[in-house]
């Protein structure tokens, strides 16, 4: 969820990041907001993930500035997805190229071969072996993410200098927050560029020549345009374990009836199973609103309804405080649509009532056995303190504790019996059911009267 949102504790503060544009898009999925370089789920993502990791990760790349030292996990925070930690131009670069080649990564040389005015080598660097950083099947669906024009148009428009028309590059754009640095990254098979603009003092840039959109990006356009003269462009292809699937464009899963839908790449294994788990028919209390309780349930006391429940998980929080979940909560109190308003309070209605329902032996029923099992259910909010079994009016068994179901057996003689269940719970509130049945006889039959002599 694209929303703003707090996370406490990053160097000794809170960091509430805010979007380029200042505006929050609520439920956005992955490929739109890597596309149109979204700040908070990026945020979140490395919230997920963890800093160690995407330290790791970053310094595999190449990028050693990044690289998980106790020194720089003591200094990083969660901003450093959004510009926090420093890095060079040829390092973040070189990092892009792993993309563009599948998932490998090789350290950039800037002299391949010096040699005298006859031919002979004088100087031959050494090349160091290829290393694999990402699987093939993940570095297709990033390159093809930042290939797609459509999934950035939100941001960037249909016709933005991140646009090579009648060619498919990969493309991403970057900004720190106080407008010190400006980046453009893109890549084909056969080639990657980077361009960054700043101050050379590092002062702030002015923001109106410092965006996305008009920093960096015209300078990488102009020279992606002219090497692609000779050069192909193209990513790679799409490996065999990467599936496309129609999905629900609004929260992702399996289409949903009454949602667009679009397609999607997916690695084998990975793709959704179902529609989104935010899609709920919830049983609501016909008394008040709120989520049925057991008793309603039970009792058949709600409706249905169809709604949109999102949550999240906040994994950086040290107060118990769900940050992330605060703010969608704010935010779905501000949707106009009903199905984003149903309660997540559980009903009071009905609270006192004890249900009590009798599943064996069956109403009228013939019993075969003098040891006859009693299987009770039982629904109550409060907890259960007594139950006791009756049969024709006589206490044959007394329970105390709480429980939701009994299997007790009664010893009874041959004949016809009423049993009667009473429960009662912590408030003394009671509910009842009972049964009529047959010990080795017809539950209706009767015991023959002495015959007058």
């Known amino acids: ?75 990083f925070g969660l901003s450093i997805t959004l510009g926090g930690g420093e890095v060079r131009l040829v390092d973040l670069t070189s990092a892009y190229s792993v993309f563009a080649r599948g998932g490998t ?106 965006s996305g959109i008009t920093g960096a990006s015209p ?25 496309a699937l129609t999905v629900d464009a609004f929260l992702g899963g399996l289409p949903k009836d009454g949602y667009p839908s679009r397609s999607e790449y997916f690695i084998e294994g990975s793709e959704p199973k179902d529609v989104s788990p935010f899609y709920k028919k919830l049983k609501i209390s016909k008394s008040n609103g709120k989520l049925a309780n057991d008793v309603e349930l ?11 429940v999102i949550t999240e998980n906040d994994p950086v929080s040290t107060d118990g405080k769900n940050r992330w979940q605060e703010a969608i909560d704010a935010w ?24 009590v329902s009798i599943k064996s032996p069956g109403d009228h029923s013939q019993v075969n056995t003098n040891d006859v099992t009693i299987n009770v259910k039982i629904t109550s909010v409060d907890p259960i303190k007594n139950i006791k079994i009756y049969a024709n009016g006589s206490e044959k068994k007394s329970l105390d504790g709480d429980s939701k179901e009994i ?24 509910g009842q059911a009972g049964i009529s049945i047959g010990v080795n006889k017809a539950w209706d039959s009767t015991t023959p009267s002495p015959t007058p002599h």
């Open 407 to 430: 299997n007790e057996t009664i010893h009874l003689a041959d004949g016809a019996y009423d049993v009667k269940v009473v429960v009662t719970n912590t408030k003394d509130k009671q």
């Open 105 to 210: 990564q090789i350290d950039p040389l800037s002299i391949i071969e010096i040699t005298d005015s006859k031919g002979n080598v004088l100087y031959k660097p050494h090349i160091s072996p290829e290393k694999r950083v990402f699987s093939p099947e993940a570095s297709f669906i990033i390159s093809h993410i930042l290939s797609d024009n459509v999934a950035r148009q939100m941001e960037f428009g249909p016709n933005s200098f991140l646009h090579v028309s009648g060619k498919t590059v990969a493309v991403k754009t970057g900004t720190t927050n106080d407008k010190r640095d400006n980046w453009t990254l893109g890549y084909t098979n056969d080639i990657t560029v980077g361009v960054w603009v700043g101050n050379n003092d590092n002062t702030p840039m002015d923001p109106q020549i410092a």
């Open 219 to 243: 300078i990488w356009y102009d020279i992606m345009t002219q090497l692609l003269k000779k050069y192909k462009d193209g990513i790679m292809a799409k490996p065999d374990k990467v599936k």
């Open 298 to 308: 039970k009792t058949g006391n709600y409706d249905e309804k169809e709604c949109i």
């Open 1 to 75: 969820m694209d929303l703003k949102t707090e996370f406490p504790d990053q160097g000794d503060k809170a960091y509430t990041p805010e979007n380029y544009d200042g505006k929050f898009r609520g439920p956005v999925q992955v490929r739109f907001a890597l596309g149109n370089s979204i700040n908070v789920p990026a945020v979140k993502m490395l919230a997920m993930v963890g800093i160690k990791d995407f330290l790791q990760k970053a310094d595999s790349m190449g990028l050693h500035t990044l690289a998980p030292t106790q020194e720089n996990l003591n200094r």
């Open 332 to 355: 779905r109190n501000s949707q106009s649509d009903d199905k984003f308003k149903c309660s997540s309070e559980t009903s009071d209605a009905s609270a006192d009532s004890v249900v």
